[in-house]
Every structure is written in structure tokens, then in C-alpha cells.
């Protein structure tokens, strides 16, 4: 009975780690325009963090919701490669989504 309780060994490898690394955490990039030097960030959350400043501005436009849903793909694709994903029961009825403690 306490085997069922046990969680599945996943062995995670160097190269699964740097490609985690590269999709939530690109390296900066300078950008010159005639305007000046810019840096750019396109961490992950960097991009949350400013779409969060943004809703709270009341700012809820295609840029926001286009950065929101880029940084959703970037963590499904980083749970495809640590093979975190999850089975739902079939039993359920419902799917609730909460923060954790």
C-alpha cells in the first residue's frame, strides 16, 4: 500500500536543466535606436511582473494578454521537459486551481 503512496522517480539530466534555464531565463539583449541603448529582458518574470503592473494600472490590452499567455507556453514547455505534467481523475467534475501555501 505504501508503494502507491510513493512518488515517481524522475531523474532530471544536465541538458534538460540548460534548456529550463534558456526558455525561462534568455540572456539580455542590448538594442540600439537612435533614441538610445535599451536592454531588454525577456526572463520570464520579468514579463509576468510587468504584465501584473500593467493589470493593476488597469491596463488589460492585447500586449498584456499576448505576454501573459507567451509566458504560459514558455512554463508548459518547462514542465514538459522536468515531466512534470499531470494526470486529471476522470472522475472529476471540476478542475479548481489555487495558490499554494
Known amino acids: 500500500m505504501f508503494g502507491l503512496l510513493k512518488p515517481k522517480t ?4 544536465e541538458g ?3 534548456k529550463v ?3 525561462l531565463f534568455p ?3 542590448t538594442v540600439e535606436k537612435e533614441e538610445g541603448v ?3 529582458d525577456y526572463s520570464i518574470d520579468s514579463n509576468l511582473e510587468a504584465a501584473l503592473l500593467d493589470l493593476r494600472d488597469g491596463t488589460n490590452d ?3 494578454q499576448t505576454t501573459i499567455s507567451k ?3 514558455r512554463l508548459q514547455n518547462v514542465r514538459k521537459i522536468l515531466l512534470a505534467e499531470e494526470s486529471i481523475d476522470k472522475r472529476a467534475q471540476v ?3 489555487d495558490n499554494p501555501d
Open 10 to 13: 524522475v531523474v532530471v539530466r
Open 27 to 29: 540572456p539580455l539583449e
Open 38 to 40: 535599451f536592454v531588454v
Open 16 to 18: 534538460e536543466l540548460q
Open 71 to 73: 509566458a504560459i507556453e
Open 95 to 97: 478542475l479548481m486551481v
Open 62 to 64: 492585447a500586449v498584456v
Open 21 to 23: 534555464v534558456d526558455i
